[in-house]
């Protein structure tokens, strides 16, 4: 008997579905179902995932959405047409943007005014078929209608079939079958029940009716169902099926063409632009190569009718550049000329190797891809432009599909499982992200838990079903989706959690599995801290620098470079990075560039970084099979490190097409997950078989291909974050004070704390001031030292549990009256504070001037009362107290516990004594390579990159430096609780030294943190 199903959830259905689209689509073709339909409720958002199963499994599928209104109808709503796909989107949109993110609110006045045209509307009747409801839908979908007919083992589903064909014959709605499937197998229901629990917010024990009563809403087979249904409620689906012919494939969309001119044609001006941008870039003229580039790429820009998206994407960056707001192109559009000409990018084309293919392929026929980086504390601006500019109803960000990982499947499903918070909280800080997506036996073991305690093994197995599967829809990081009509026919928009935000339903590889375009509009923490430098310097000097204007190819900064003295600098301040500096030692822009994409896991797993080195420092031999394989790989001598480098590579030594090597690298970057690189291999050697290359060689360029499939970086990304790399150490290297204090002021950032940041000014030469409500604005300063040069002065931000309008406010006070405030009261009268912001200035210290130390101020701020009505002020007359100075340790706890760092001496420091036998970072250097030591010191940063093959690398300081640690993946699970968890480390090891870079080999190692005491110390661990 035929049969297709109608009304099936997935697990985008968050909370009620229990299997992912393509389960459900795989079993749905094993049946043998003529058709599936995915009717997740007031929402499409695995539609593409749903349509690329189905177009892999050879099943027709259908879109569409189940709906529950204000007033309790329910009812699914099929499409037929591109323009029933557009009503269906345009209501979920409706019912999503009335309410908040992640629920929807409709009622039938709503759909009224959209009318469903060309859905088919499938009435889901309650337990008692309420005669109202199917008049009202009859009355607006007469034609289009169908009553719904769902047979669970429920008890009554021999009487509930009579009466539903009853109430259709006598209303003449016809009735149709379905399965109100929820999984697509039956052992998915214990799943399904905990979903439930989850949704209610109850444990499993006390969901009662709140579970469906039978397990069988899962695909059953035509056997069975033809066993339940009557034949003509079965025939009916296959009918609605022939009715329903869309498919995604059909959806096209343009973007805006309100920005071009009146009298110009989008080609024209984008040509316009262009043409004035190049005039701009090269002033003395445009070398031959670069305008014949810039012809090709105009003529395919066109050909794929993509200046829209190009004069978009112009629009936005000149706002960002209008309002001073620093931006900067990366990734693939830094292969593009015309971006270069544009400003969207900063890569100069006559310094790279340009590969436009990388950028747009006229075979693949998908979109391009722009990232722009913006100032991270400005890109609101940028955002709200765009929203601005275009409408809530055009513009939209794509959204980040946030799924299960163990630690919150663990939270979820115990939380159902009745299972103590506390005990939940043990079980889920025992996994780690590097621990993979299964939930292992040893974890629970480490957790305290026994692994077949019959309720932890339940848990387990259902929290290893539950990873993966979607937990909600957030908004992407900056991934705009435009449109020049109404985007809500495309795609339905949301509420995001944020304000001012709204979101589409779709993610970016769901975008880009239908070939839609977007702009990302990503935020950089260095671009902010460079603006935030060029300002202070500006103030300090006068001196007003744009990124263009920094000095290149400065041997100051490649000697500070050589050195790895790169904390703070973009990119390269990882301890990875910091180790491989002064072995490449890089003295000009492209050394930069391979810097930053030589330390990647593509290079590493590829076996490309040692060969390289080697042949740079003149211990290998550097040879070419070709010419042509030479014109390639001569900037690299001869290792392929970047992405285009591979896609050139197989055009020149095996005969692909720029398009066939374009899809090369989209299989790189897949194949770890999805396979798919044998094809490519055998059609890599043997064209380069054909060409006279070796065997080996072709192997050996294959197994690099395979190397990034570990993610390596292309060229031009590296390209466009090598500038800022160049900035950041020029700017640290001329300018230290400016630099420290703007990264101050745009925490929080990178690898390294405060408390690293001041201290490596410090041994820079730095004079550091501390905050002082006389002298401190709310953003640290410059200020001049007792030599005149710039010094840094701790701002107000610094101070924890200060809020910002506050501390503005105190600045402004100060300020006014040029720091002329007698006492802790009168500031407090005239700036307005209560009792919490003086306790806070008072405990960091921030009132020394006006109260002498800590403990006085804290009893100036313990005798603030509050103003009456009577009495405004509060202030009593009293005897200064005798109070003692606080110890040295007092001011340390003080001091971290509100800056987070201390002027003063390093914590160890005052412990040297405790630590018997500890030898200092400083003693390491004096250490023979591959001797015993026992050392240690404060946790600064934890990583553990993933293609270091579980070792996980702790930097460590004490009052003399840092310690550079390894630790091998079976030590570090050795002594796993001490590797996450320790604040001060002791570790017995072997020093390791090499190119100047020491390191120190763990062997041993103890949680020392009960010496810190009450000491607010936290590292920032696995970034």
Same mark, same amino acid.
């Given at each position: 008997?035929?049969?297709? @199903?109608?009304?099936?959830?997935?697990?985008?259905?968050?909370?009620?579905?229990?299997?992912?689209?393509?389960?459900?689509?795989?079993?749905?073709?094993?049946?043998?179902?003529?058709?599936?339909?995915?009717?997740?409720?007031?929402?499409?958002?695995?539609?593409?995932?749903?349509?690329?199963?189905?177009?892999?499994?050879?099943?027709?599928?259908?879109?569409?959405?189940?709906?529950?209104?204000?007033?309790?109808?329910?009812?699914?709503?099929?499409?037929?047409?591109?323009?029933?796909?557009?009503?269906?989107?345009?209501?979920?949109?409706?019912?999503?943007?009335? $309410?908040?993110?992640?629920? *929807?609110?409709? &009622?039938?006045?709503?759909?009224?005014?959209?009318?469903?045209?060309?859905?088919?509307?499938?009435?889901?009747?309650?337990?008692?078929?309420? @005669?109202?409801?199917?008049?009202?839908?009859?009355?607006?979908?007469?034609?289009?209608?169908?009553?719904?007919?769902?047979?669970?083992?429920?008890?009554?589903?021999?009487?509930?079939?009579?009466?539903?064909?009853?109430?259709?014959?006598?209303?003449?709605?016809?009735?149709?079958?379905?399965?109100?499937?929820?999984?697509?197998? =039956?052992?998915?229901?214990?799943?399904?029940?905990?979903?439930?629990?989850?949704?209610?917010?109850?444990?499993?024990?006390?969901?009662?009716?709140?579970?469906?009563?039978?397990?069988?809403?899962?695909?059953?087979?035509?056997?069975?169902?033809?066993?339940?249904?009557?034949?003509?409620?079965?025939?009916?689906?296959?009918?609605?099926?022939?009715?329903?012919?869309?498919?995604?494939?059909?959806?096209?969309? @343009?973007?805006?063409?309100?920005?071009?001119?009146?009298?110009?044609?989008?080609?024209?001006?984008?040509?316009?632009?262009?043409?004035?941008?190049?005039?701009?870039?090269?002033?003395?003229?445009?070398?031959?190569?670069?305008?014949?580039?810039?012809?090709?790429?105009?003529?395919?820009?066109?050909?794929?009718?993509?200046?829209?998206?190009?004069?978009?994407?112009?629009?936005?960056?000149?706002?960002?550049?209008?309002? /001073?707001?620093?931006?900067? #192109?990366?990734?693939?559009?830094?292969?593009?000329?015309?971006? !270069?000409?544009?400003?969207?990018?900063?890569?100069?084309?006559?310094?790279?190797?340009?590969?436009?293919?990388?950028?747009?392929?006229?075979?693949?026929?998908?979109?391009?891809?722009?990232?722009?980086? !913006?100032?991270?504390?400005?890109?609101?601006?940028?955002?709200?432009?765009?929203?601005?500019?275009?409408?809530?109803?055009?513009?939209?960000?794509?959204?980040?599909?946030?799924?299960?990982?163990?630690?919150?499947?663990?939270?979820?499903?115990?939380?159902?499982?009745?299972?103590?918070?506390?005990?939940?909280?043990?079980?889920?800080?025992?996994?780690?992200?590097?621990?993979?997506?299964?939930?292992?036996?040893?974890?629970?073991?480490?957790?305290?838990?026994?692994?077949?305690?019959?309720?932890?093994?339940?848990?387990?197995?259902?929290?290893?079903?539950?990873?993966?599967?979607?937990?909600?829809?957030?908004?992407?990081?900056?991934?705009?989706?435009?449109?020049?009509?109404?985007?809500?026919?495309?795609?339905?928009?949301?509420?995001?959690?944020?304000?001012?935000?709204?979101?589409?339903?779709?993610?970016?590889?769901?975008?880009?599995?239908?070939?839609?375009?977007?702009?990302?509009?990503?935020?950089?923490?260095?671009?902010?801290?460079?603006?935030?430098?060029?300002?202070?310097?500006?103030?300090?000097?006068?001196?007003?620098?744009?990124?263009?204007?920094?000095?290149?190819?400065?041997?100051?900064?490649?000697?500070?470079?050589?050195?790895?003295?790169?904390?703070?600098?973009?990119?390269?301040?990882?301890?990875?990075?910091?180790?491989?500096?002064?072995?490449?030692?890089?003295? &000009?822009?492209?050394?930069?560039?391979?810097?930053?994409?030589?330390?990647?896991? /593509?290079?590493?797993?590829?076996?490309?970084?040692?060969?390289?080195?080697?042949?740079?420092?003149?211990?290998?031999?550097?040879?070419?099979?070709?010419?042509?394989?030479?014109?390639?790989?001569?900037?690299?001598?001869?290792?392929?490190?970047?992405?285009?480098?591979?896609?050139?590579?197989?055009?020149?030594?095996?005969?692909?097409?720029?398009?066939?090597?374009?899809?090369?690298?989209?299989?790189?970057?897949?194949?770890?997950?999805?396979?798919?690189?044998?094809?490519?291999?055998?059609?890599?050697?043997?064209?380069?078989?054909? =060409?006279?290359?070796?065997?080996?060689?072709?192997?050996?360029?294959?197994?690099?291909?395979?190397?990034?499939? @570990?993610?390596?970086?292309?060229?031009?990304?590296?390209?466009?974050?090598?500038?800022?790399?160049?900035?950041?150490?020029?700017?640290?290297?001329?300018?230290?004070?400016?630099?420290?204090?703007?990264?101050?002021?745009?925490?929080?950032?990178?690898?390294?704390?405060?408390?690293?940041?001041?201290?490596? $000014?410090?041994?820079?030469?730095?004079?550091? *001031?501390?905050?002082?409500?006389? %002298?401190?604005?709310?953003?640290?300063?410059?200020?001049?030292?007792?030599?005149?040069?710039?010094?840094?002065?701790?701002?107000?931000?610094?101070?924890?549990?200060?809020?910002?309008?506050? /501390?503005?406010?105190?600045?402004?006070?100060?300020?006014?009256?040029? #720091?002329?405030?007698?006492?802790?009261?009168?500031?407090?009268?005239?700036?307005?504070?209560?009792?919490?912001?003086?306790?806070?200035?008072?405990?960091?210290?921030?009132?020394?001037?006006?109260?002498?130390?800590?403990?006085?101020?804290?009893? $100036?701020?313990?005798?603030?009362?509050?103003?009456?009505?009577?009495?405004?002020?509060?202030?009593?007359?009293? $005897?200064?107290?005798?109070?003692?100075?606080?110890?040295? #340790?007092?001011?340390?706890?003080?001091?971290?516990?509100?800056?987070?760092?201390?002027?003063?001496?390093?914590?160890?420091?005052?412990?040297?004594?405790?630590?018997?036998?500890?030898?200092?970072?400083?003693?390491?250097?004096?250490?023979?390579?591959?001797?015993?030591?026992?050392?240690?010191?404060?946790?600064?940063?934890?990583?553990?990159?993933?293609?270091?093959?579980?070792?996980?690398?702790?930097?460590?300081?004490?009052?003399? #430096?840092?310690?550079?640690?390894?630790?091998?993946?079976?030590?570090?699970?050795?002594?796993?609780?001490?590797?996450?968890?320790?604040?001060?480390?002791?570790?017995?090891?072997?020093?390791?030294?090499? %190119?100047?870079?020491?390191?120190?080999?763990?062997?041993?190692?103890?949680?020392?943190?009960?010496?810190?005491?009450?000491?607010?110390?936290?590292?920032?661990?696995?970034?």
């Amino acid at each position: 008997m035929p049969y297709a @199903e109608l009304h099936c959830l997935s697990n985008f259905s968050f909370l009620r579905g229990a299997s992912h689209a393509g389960e459900l689509v795989a079993r749905a073709a094993e049946l043998g179902y003529r058709a599936l339909a995915i009717t997740d409720e007031c929402s499409v958002a695995g539609a593409v995932r749903a349509h690329q199963a189905a177009r892999q499994q050879g099943l027709p599928l259908i879109h569409g959405s189940e709906f529950r209104l204000d007033d309790g109808l329910r009812f699914v709503a099929l499409v037929s047409d591109r323009r029933a796909w557009a009503r269906l989107c345009a209501l979920i949109t409706t019912g999503r943007r009335a $309410a908040g993110k992640g629920s *929807y609110h409709l &009622t039938r006045k709503d759909v009224m005014e959209n009318g469903l045209a060309g859905c088919l509307i499938l009435w889901l009747p309650g337990q008692t078929a309420e @005669e109202g409801e199917l008049a009202w839908l009859r009355q607006h979908f007469h034609d289009r209608l169908w009553i719904t007919v769902e047979l669970l083992a429920e008890g009554d589903d021999r009487r509930r079939c009579d009466a539903l064909m009853a109430l259709g014959e006598s209303s003449g709605v016809p009735c149709v079958a379905a399965g109100d499937v929820h999984m697509h197998l =039956r052992e998915r229901r214990t799943l399904q029940d905990t979903l439930t629990a989850l949704r209610h917010r109850v444990p499993l024990a006390d969901a009662g009716l709140a579970l469906f009563p039978s397990g069988e809403r899962h695909l059953r087979p035509l056997s069975r169902l033809a066993r339940l249904y009557p034949a003509a409620l079965m025939e009916e689906t296959v009918r609605i099926v022939r009715r329903c012919a869309f498919s995604l494939a059909e959806l096209r969309y @343009e973007y805006p063409a309100e920005l071009v001119p009146e009298g110009e044609t989008a080609a024209s001006y984008l040509r316009k632009r262009v043409l004035s941008g190049m005039q701009r870039r090269w002033p003395r003229g445009v070398a031959f190569r670069l305008k014949r580039q810039i012809v090709r790429e105009l003529q395919l820009i066109h050909e794929m009718a993509y200046e829209p998206f190009f004069l978009t994407v112009d629009d936005v960056v000149a706002f960002a550049r209008s309002r /001073g707001i620093l931006c900067q #192109g990366r990734g693939s559009a830094a292969n593009s000329v015309v971006c !270069f000409c544009l400003g969207i990018t900063e890569v100069d084309p006559a310094r790279m190797n340009v590969l436009f293919e990388r950028f747009i392929s006229k075979e693949r026929g998908e979109p391009p891809d722009i990232d722009v980086d !913006f100032e991270h504390e400005r890109r609101e601006e940028v955002i709200q432009y765009i929203y601005g500019k275009y409408g809530r109803a055009r513009a939209a960000l794509a959204a980040t599909v946030i799924a299960y990982r163990p630690r919150s499947a663990v939270r979820d499903v115990g939380r159902a499982l009745g299972l103590d918070s506390a005990r939940l909280d043990r079980l889920a800080s025992a996994f780690q992200w590097w621990d993979g997506l299964k939930a292992r036996r040893e974890r629970l073991q480490e957790a305290g838990e026994d692994p077949d305690n019959p309720v932890i093994r339940r848990l387990m197995v259902l929290v290893n079903t539950l990873i993966g599967f979607p937990r909600h829809l957030s908004q992407h990081v900056g991934g705009f989706v435009i449109s020049d009509g109404p985007l809500h026919e495309l795609v339905p928009v949301e509420n995001a959690a944020m304000s001012d935000r709204t979101v589409i339903q779709w993610d970016k590889d769901d975008l880009e599995a239908l070939g839609l375009l977007k702009v990302d509009i990503l935020a950089l923490g260095m671009l902010t801290a460079i603006r935030r430098c060029f300002a202070l310097i500006g103030q300090w000097s006068g001196h007003h620098w744009e990124l263009a204007d920094i000095p290149a190819e400065d041997g100051r900064v490649y000697d500070m470079l050589c050195r790895a003295d790169t904390m703070g600098v973009f990119q390269i301040e990882s301890r990875a990075q910091m180790a491989m500096l002064p072995r490449l030692r890089p003295r &000009t822009f492209y050394d930069l560039v391979i810097e930053v994409a030589i330390v990647r896991p /593509g290079p590493i797993q590829g076996d490309m970084v040692h060969p390289y080195l080697s042949r740079r420092c003149g211990e290998e031999p550097v040879d070419y099979p070709s010419p042509e394989v030479k014109a390639v790989l001569e900037r690299t001598l001869g290792v392929p490190i970047f992405q285009e480098q591979v896609m050139q590579l197989a055009i020149v030594a095996a005969g692909f097409s720029p398009g066939e090597a374009d899809q090369l690298r989209r299989s790189m970057a897949a194949w770890k997950k999805r396979g798919g690189l044998g094809h490519f291999e055998d059609r890599l050697i043997n064209g380069m078989r054909e =060409r006279g290359y070796s065997e080996d060689f072709a192997r050996r360029v294959f197994k690099q291909i395979q190397g990034f499939g @570990e993610y390596g970086f292309p060229e031009s990304h590296s390209a466009s974050f090598a500038l800022l790399v160049y900035v950041s150490a020029w700017l640290k290297c001329h300018e230290p004070a400016a630099f420290c204090a703007a990264l101050l002021n745009s925490q929080p950032m990178g690898f390294y704390a405060p408390a690293q940041l001041v201290r490596d $000014a410090r041994e820079h030469g730095v004079t550091v *001031y501390p905050v002082d409500v006389r %002298h401190s604005q709310w953003e640290c300063t410059l200020e001049p030292d007792e030599d005149g040069a710039p010094a840094l002065r701790l701002g107000l931000n610094r101070i924890k549990g200060l809020a910002r309008e506050v /501390g503005e406010r105190v600045a402004r006070v100060m300020t006014a009256v040029d #720091g002329a405030i007698g006492s802790v009261d009168e500031l407090r009268h005239r700036a307005g504070l209560d009792r919490r912001a003086v306790d806070a200035l008072a405990d960091a210290g921030a009132l020394a001037s006006l109260a002498g130390h800590r403990h006085r101020a804290r009893w $100036a701020a313990a005798g603030i009362e509050a103003p009456t009505p009577l009495f405004a002020s509060g202030a009593v007359a009293e $005897a200064e107290p005798m109070l003692r100075k606080p110890r040295e #340790g007092e001011d340390l706890l003080a001091d971290y516990g509100r800056l987070g760092l201390s002027l003063g001496r390093h914590p160890l420091a005052l412990l040297r004594d405790r630590l018997e036998g500890w030898q200092t970072a400083a003693d390491l250097w004096q250490c023979p390579a591959d001797s015993p030591v026992l050392t240690g010191g404060l946790v600064i940063n934890r990583q553990r990159p993933g293609s270091a093959r579980g070792v996980t690398f702790m930097t460590l300081e004490d009052e003399t #430096g840092n310690i550079n640690l390894i630790c091998w993946r079976r030590l570090a699970e050795q002594y796993r609780p001490v590797v996450l968890n320790a604040r001060l480390l002791m570790v017995v090891g072997t020093v390791q030294r090499e %190119h100047g870079v020491q390191h120190v080999i763990a062997r041993h190692l103890e949680d020392w943190g009960h010496l810190l005491g009450r000491l607010m110390h936290r590292s920032r661990d696995f970034r």
